[in-house]
């Protein structure tokens, strides 16, 4: 695959209601969908010519398994109308466990989708209940098994640990059961309390702190360590494929700085040294582009300098590190000081993370470099 081609996200904005801990942009009722449809084909002719080829295609949100077949149908059409996308492209779906059956999977597959991303978050009732997620372990587990006797090309499960008071044996139990279906793709991440969400505003409130941080650093190392013991790659501080062709092809272009179009309400945007996102609320968002306006909220245009710590920012979250060709003039003793606290290794012209340093790698530029830690907006979750 070439690594230079653009990747091409389509964030659909629709949930069927809000996760007390989800802070990703979406709202709880469906009426704007035929609206968002039209406005996303519109949006997508506007970079007809700018952006050319693609070979990664990912429908995030929100709900994308909301949209029915035929919705999806009528978005590719229009996709393979304007841009080239190669007959190898990895096309994911994100899909919640409650909307997965045979019929509809086989339809997908009919579509040209190849990879399934299941949110499936626990297979553990409690947890699930907590997260105030619709599915239960069951349907989960089922829905897993079907996605995987479907025969797609990866399926991805995401899991989310590190709850409020949650024990190791527990959430062993959920990754055992996990390991037993042999999805191609995991990522499990840690619960963070994110600005503006239920679980937030329960602790402005003064509710006393979800969890603590030791436990969740704990349990990130013996999750990495677990899925290591069965084969899988580590290839990101989050994400575990079973092998390097399985690792999400579209999410290593946000890591590798690879340029991406997102189209739909606040989807971010990059290509060269310029990265652009639209603007949230999904009226407004249909009302500009219907209007005949490009729906961006805000753009930037990145400095080498931020260039160069951008790249170390994001490839310090892979397993692949960074060239230590690119930064010859890292101070020799920071390196050496975090070297030997087990944070970062070098090998072949390569600086990395340790399993230790994926703990911390939004400070580690910080560390190495004394400058602050930029803001990177992607949305790669
Ligand atoms: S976690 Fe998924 S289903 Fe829940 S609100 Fe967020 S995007 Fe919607």
């Known amino acids: 695959m070439n690594r230079k081609t653009a990747g091409l996200y389509i964030h659909v904005p629709f949930c069927r209601r809000k996760c007390p801990y989800c802070d990703f942009f979406s ?42 077949p035929s919705n999806l149908d009528f978005l590719l059409e229009n996709l393979r109308r304007i841009f080239l996308i190669t007959p190898e492209a990895e096309i994911t779906l994100e899909m919640n466990p409650e909307d997965v059956s045979r019929e509809k999977l086989r339809k997908l597959q009919g579509l040209g989708i190849n990879r399934i991303s299941l949110g499936l978050q626990s297979l553990d009732d409690e947890a699930l209940t907590f997260l105030g997620r619709r599915h239960t372990a069951f349907q989960a587990e089922k829905a897993l098994g079907q996605a995987l006797e479907a025969g797609f090309s990866s399926v991805s499960v ?49 509710q006393p702190p979800l969890f603590w941080e030791k436990v969740q650093r704990d349990l990130f190392l013996f999750t990495s360590r677990w899925w290591k013991n069965q084969g899988y790659l580590h290839y990101e501080v989050s994400n575990f494929a079973v092998s390097s062709k399985h690792r999400c092809a579209h999410n290593l272009k946000y890591w590798q700085r690879q340029p991406y179009l997102g189209l739909g309400p606040s989807a971010h945007s990059f290509s060269q040294n310029k990265r652009w996102w639209n603007v949230s609320s999904v009226k407004e968002y249909c009302r500009l582009v219907s209007s005949g306006f490009h729906p961006v909220a805000e753009r930037e245009r990145l400095e080498p300098a931020q260039e160069k710590l951008e790249t170390l920012f994001l490839g310090l979250r892979t397993a692949d590190g960074v060239s230590l060709a690119l930064f010859s003039n890292l101070p020799e ?15 072949d012209d390569r600086l990395f993370c340790t399993e230790q340093g994926f703990l911390f790698t939004d400070a580690l530029p910080l560390w190495l470099t004394g400058d602050f830690p930029l803001k990177v907006v992607a949305k790669g979750r």
């Open 27 to 68: 709202i709880p009722e469906l009426t704007l969908l035929p609206a968002w449809l039209q406005a996303v084909c519109r949006e997508a002719k506007y970079y007809q010519g700018k952006f050319k080829c693609f070979n990664t295609v990912y429908f995030g949100g929100g709900t994308p398994s909301l949209l029915s």
């Open 158 to 206: 995401d899991l989310i640990y590190g709850l409020p008071g949650q024990k190791k044996q527990r959430w062993e139990k959920v990754l055992s059961r996990v390991a037993a279906s042999r999805p191609h793709h995991v990522s499990c991440y840690l619960l963070t309390i994110k600005e503006g969400t239920f679980f937030a505003r329960k602790i402005l409130n003064g």
């Open 333 to 347: 003793d920071k390196k050496t000081l975090l070297e030997k606290q087990g944070l970062v290794k070098t090998r």
